[in-house]
């Protein structure tokens, strides 16, 4: 595991991306163990940004548009709470895809946000 605290920020969200691509493919073999990993390293990521000045997760809305929608759903999910009207965006366009599970991640993402059941920090 890299050090953050030292790593580049486009390193971190190169990372980032690669971890969001890991869990894709976690996600269709149903490697819950390789996910669960995945999204802890994926979290410590976050959690690096978010304590850098100036909040360094708002870097990772230039992956709204990657073509991997995991990557796209789990940026998302980072930067509701510095950029929740654009991350919410990509949130509703993921759900109104159909494309499951992600459209259903989304969906319930939604509804927890609108009854207050979840608050982006």
């Known amino acids: 595991m890299m ?11 190169d990372r980032f991306t690669r971890i969001g ?4 493919q976690a996600i269709w073999v149903i490697d819950n163990a390789r996910y669960n990993r995945l999204y802890r390293e994926m979290q410590e990521i976050k959690d690096e ?11 990772l809305a230039k ?36 494309f499951l599970p992600y459209s259903a991640d989304a969906g319930m993402t939604l ?7 979840y608050k982006p920090a």
């Open 3 to 13: 050090r953050l605290e030292q790593t580049p920020t486009q390193e971190l969200i």
């Open 21 to 24: 691509e890991e869990q894709y």
């Open 49 to 59: 940004l978010k304590r850098r000045p100036g909040d360094e997760r708002r870097a």
């Open 63 to 98: 992956l709204y548009d990657h073509p991997n929608m995991q990557v796209r759903l789990m940026a998302a999910h980072a930067t509701l709470a510095i950029s929740y009207t654009a991350a919410r965006q990509v949130i509703q366009s993921i759900a109104d895809s159909g």
């Open 111 to 117: 509804l927890n946000l609108d009854n207050g059941i």
